[in-house]
């Protein structure tokens, strides 16, 4: 018997104004039949109707006013450094006490990137080639023997990329840190549309899905049961962060203590912005509401100011590091439906057209962003760090935070534990870089290096060297 189109689909899809997504239905085979049927099963149709009503919306209410966060600075007085050494006792305590669980969120397609395989596999170790999920890793474990906790490690990924993504993990032997403290969950995927709100396709029988931005984290764990794996485990505490900063401490004593000191429903980690004109999205409060404003929202004269010390006023560089009271996760997807703003990203989609022909068709995708949430944070702690310690992102294959540029930066920092215990440099490699590399489980700052390089020198136990470079493990 052949596959026919169940007649309240069709009605549907026609009062949704998607009936287009069945044109092509009837020179389509079995198997196809059966793929298209699946994809428009899954489609959420009221859901898309108000994605089509964002289009036809007029462009999104501008802010009247906006303030710079109060920041937890660098430069701290005495009074702070208390508060700090305080927050640091709290957050060890947190962290051996397992009451911090990890969120990675790793279910972007890395368009920029060009990357054949997810973001995650991307080699960034400049003398071990050690992956993006593998730095994660090593810092995970050296939390773990730090700090003797239980590590347990929330890796989200969407349908792009899951299967391959779980398929490294295995082939890695999960990095060493247990299969069974590695729980991935799925965020979800959302149809594009044209400028006229029509689902846009890529072949007669399938759908331009893309992941719905890092906002999906929250109603995924939810929804993928990961709110309720982390309370059985006595987790409080989320620390979230991106997969492509290998700088990135998800198992920083100071910021933790410092946002459950604060009892912050979710916190944020800046970097402060370098000149006026650097293209990032700063935290601070929009009409009263704090999130990330984007560089654009940002009018040219607030980017401009200063403070009397002559630091930029708006320095709160978003590098998307943060902390999330697990109730507050729970709280803000108690409906079902988490209601994050949504970011509309205007690009020339490949499709297909009515014709069925592959075109270039204008269209949007649809996001949420997770810094979104923090204009529902009844309380929130934002931490400045140092840029050149902890935030070297890859985005692009070439210039500019690309691999090349993320490999330099983590060179650079194990030259200043070097600096610090006193070693000499060695010289430099062609593109720059320092042919050394100091593993996070030996080392993470200056203070661990020297007092890890002691304790080798004592063992007299050699470092290894490679074909690359020196590396300290
Ligand atoms: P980016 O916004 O840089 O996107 O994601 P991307 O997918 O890595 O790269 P482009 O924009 O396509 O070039 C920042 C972080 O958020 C995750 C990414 O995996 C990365 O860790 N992310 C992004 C998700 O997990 N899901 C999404 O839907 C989007």
Redesign the pocket.
């Known amino acids: 018997m052949t596959l026919e189109i169940p007649n309240d689909l069709a009605i549907a899809l026609e009062a949704a104004g998607q009936a287009h997504l069945l044109g092509s239905w009837d020179g389509l085979n079995e198997g196809s039949r059966r793929n298209l049927l699946s994809a428009l099963r899954a489609l959420d149709l009221p859901q898309i109707q108000k994605l089509g009503e964002h289009l036809r919306k007029p462009m999104e209410h501008e802010a009247q006013s906006f303030e710079a966060p109060i920041t937890f600075p660098l430069d701290r007085t005495d009074e702070q450094l208390t508060h700090a050494q305080k927050a640091i006792d709290l957050g060890e305590s947190l962290l051996s006490e397992s009451k911090v669980g990890f969120v990675l ?9 060009g990357f054949d395989g997810p ?1 995650g596999m991307v080699p960034v170790g400049p003398v071990s080639g050690l992956s993006l999920f593998g730095w994660h890793a090593a810092r995970l474990t050296a939390a773990k023997q730090r700090f003797g906790m239980r590590i347990t490690w929330f890796v ?1 990924t ?1 349908a792009t990329n899951n299967g391959a993504t779980r398929a490294f993990f295995e082939e890695q032997k999960f990095f060493g840190l247990g299969s069974e403290n590695v729980h991935f969950f799925t ?1 979800e995927m959302l149809p594009a549309l044209d400028q006229e709100g029509r689902i846009v396709r890529t072949a007669p029988d399938q759908l331009f899905l893309a ?4 906002g ?2 929250l109603q995924a764990l939810r929804s993928e049961g990961m709110l309720d794996l982390a309370a059985s485990l006595g987790i409080e505490q989320f620390s979230y962060f ?3 900063n290998p700088l990135v401490r998800p198992a920083d004593p100071l910021f933790i203590g410092l946002h459950a000191m604060a009892g912050a429903d979710m916190s944020s980690k800046v970097v402060t912005k370098n000149e006026p004109g650097e293209k990032v999205g700063v935290l601070g409060l929009a009409d009263g509401k704090l999130g990330c404003i984007e560089y654009s929202d940002l009018p040219e004269s607030l980017r401009q100011e200063r403070d009397p010390d002559g630091q930029l006023r708006f320095r709160a560089g978003n590098i ?1 590091v943060h902390m999330i009271r697990r109730d507050f996760a729970e709280q803000l997807t108690q409906d079902g439906q988490l209601d994050l703003p949504w970011h509309l990203a205007r690009k020339n989609l490949k499709g297909i057209d009515a014709e069925g022909q592959v075109a270039e068709i204008p269209g949007v995708k649809f ?1 949420t962003f997770v810094f979104d949430a923090l204009g529902a944070a009844a309380n929130s702690v934002t931490l400045e760090v140092r840029r050149d310690e902890e935030f070297a992102p890859v ?1 692009n294959a070439e210039g500019s935070d690309s691999p090349a540029s993320c490999r330099l930066a983590l060179t650079e920092s194990f030259g200043r534990m070097f600096e610090a215990a006193g070693h000499p440099l060695p010289e430099r490699n062609a593109d720059g870089t320092l042919p050394i590399e100091v593993d996070p489980r030996a080392a993470e700052n200056a203070d661990e290096f020297c007092a890890w390089i002691d304790h080798l020198l004592e063992l007299q136990r050699p470092t290894t060297p490679t074909e690359n470079g020196w590396l300290y493990r």
Not at 106 to 112: K, L, M, N
Not at 211 to 214: A, E, S, Y
């Open positions: 969120v790793a279910g972007g397609q890395g368009s920029r990137l973001k989200m969407s965020q992941p719905n931005g890092h999906g984290t991106q997969v492509d998307a996001e985005k």
